[in-house]
């Protein structure tokens, strides 16, 4: 078991970036592959990015390729996610989650509200 909290979010123009973190609880930290999920309002949940357990190997949404990077420090047990080239459509409350593959999620952290400006 983990324990989740996301930091970072806030309120940014379109074509700025935000670095969005996630911090967590539990010696398992390592073992578990991370992943980042968004929602905006009146939406399903969507994938956004995945590592695995080292590092060694990311998964991005289409969406997202070539603007958005995860990344993950084992020894602060922090994953990141590094926004870049906001745009409007970006606007959603992100999740920071943990399981071994993507859309695999056993445990959630409560959210941070990313909202882009055109």
């Known amino acids: 078991q983990v324990q989740l909290v996301e930091s970072g979010g806030g309120l940014v123009q379109a074509g700025g970036s935000l670095r969005l973190s996630c911090s967590a609880s539990?010696?398992?930290?390592?073992?578990?592959?991370m992943g980042w999920i968004r929602q905006a309002p009146g939406k399903n949940r969507e994938f956004v990015a995945h590592?695995?357990?080292?590092?060694?190997?990311?998964n991005y949404a289409d969406s997202v390729k070539g603007r958005f990077t995860i990344s993950r420090d084992n020894a602060k047990n922090m994953v990141y996610l590094q926004m870049n080239s906001l745009k409007p459509e970006d606007t959603a409350v992100y999740y920071c989650?943990?399981?071994?593959?993507?859309?695999?999620?056993?445990?959630w952290g409560q959210g941070t509200q990313v909202t882009v400006s055109s």
């Open positions: 590592i695995n357990w080292s590092g060694s190997s990311t």
């Open positions: 989650a943990a399981g071994s593959e993507p859309g695999n999620y056993a445990n």
């Open positions: 539990g010696r398992t930290f390592s073992t578990y592959g």
